[in-house]
Structures are given as structure tokens and as C-alpha cells.
């Protein structure tokens, strides 16, 4: 297993990171206990259910959103596979890409 591909980050590290990167440190996030969370998405699919309109959260959105999504990579680098960057970086690229202009959030 390539250390590139380490570490594993749970959602709470990878907010944090993003959070950072899009220079929002010290700013004030929600935070819900699972279950409400939960009974909020089931609140969600019932007001699309009705509408018949798609809407942006839903309870399988928010299981995806705290399910662990670990896997192991062994197979792929046994091939010969090597990221071309480290998680980080890669993260790193990513946000700046999809939400930043230079340096500030859209």
C-alpha cells in the first residue's frame, strides 16, 4: 500500500481540510446527531414525494454523507498503479478547482 494513499480520512478530518483550504477556519458549522440528520433526509424524501421534484438532500444522501468509505487499494498498486499525488494534494487541487478563485470562495 502506497503511503500516498494514506491516510484514511473520516468526514469529520476531511471537513476540516476543506475548510481550511477554502480559508473558512473559525467559522461557526452545524452539527447534528445522526438519527436527526436521519429523521431530516426521511422529512426531505417525504417533501419530494409530494412536490414530485428532486431534492438536493435526502436520507440516502445523508447515510452516503456519514457512511465510512474506506477501501483497500492493494490490489491496484500490486498492479503497478501509483498515485500521481499524495491524498492530500489531491484533495488540495480538487477544492481549489471546484470552489475557489484564487484563493477566496465563490
Do not use: H, Q
Amino acid at each position: 500500500m502506497s503511503s500516498r494513499d494514506k491516510p484514511d480520512l473520516n468526514m469529520e478530518s476531511l471537513i476540516r481540510f476543506a475548510k481550511a483550504e477554502m480559508g473558512l477556519n473559525g467559522r461557526w458549522s452545524p452539527r447534528l446527531p445522526y438519527p436527526v440528520g436521519c429523521l431530516g433526509g426521511l422529512l426531505f424524501d417525504f417533501i419530494s414525494g409530494i412536490t414530485g421534484r428532486p431534492l438536493p438532500i435526502s436520507s440516502i444522501r445523508i447515510k452516503k454523507f456519514c457512511a465510512n468509505t474506506c477501501f483497500d487499494a492493494s490490489k491496484a498498486f500490486a498492479s503497478g498503479f501509483r498515485p500521481p499525488y499524495t491524498i492530500y494534494e489531491g484533495l488540495r487541487r480538487t477544492i481549489r478547482y471546484e470552489f475557489c478563485r484564487v484563493g477566496r470562495v465563490r
